[in-house]
Nanobody
Framework: VQLQASGGGLVQPGGSLRLSCAASGITFSIKTMGWYRQAPGKQRELVAS???????NYADSVKGRFTISRDNAKNTVHLQMNSLKPEDTAVYYC?????????WGQGTQVTVSS
């Protein structure tokens, strides 16, 4: 099983990033998938999820700014992040919802700073 997140980087406040997650070794199409993040000194939190049928849900802190999407044919899930704020700085991970411990990958660092 591998969930490889990519697309992070350093961006100024108000900027955008698009994260991608490539899944292998799991029955991707039937699972609800999510993006989680963990900021320094804080617990990991779920910020967005998408069901196999495309229904989405967002944490209040990112609602209206982030958009999650998936491509079941390519076993990928994406997170478009707009209007980024310094408080969005964290390592971002993808996993199933609810998460499966052995699915945690390296994550991708997002830093929002001027």
């Amino acid at each position: 099983v591998q969930l490889q997140a990519s697309g992070g980087g350093l961006v100024q406040p108000g900027g955008s990033l698009r994260l991608s997650c490539a899944a292998s070794g799991i029955t991707f199409s039937i699972k609800t998938m999510g993006w989680y993040r963990q900021a320094p000194g804080k617990q990991r939190e779920l910020v967005a999820s998408i069901t196999s049928g495309g229904r989405t849900n967002y944490a209040d802190s990112v609602k209206g700014r982030f958009t999650i999407s998936r491509d079941n044919a390519k076993n990928t899930v994406h997170l478009q992040m707009n209007s980024l704020k310094p408080e969005d700085t964290a390592v971002y991970y993808c996993n199933a919802v609810p998460y499966i411990s052995r699915y945690w990958g390296q994550g991708t660092q997002v830093t929002v700073s001027s």
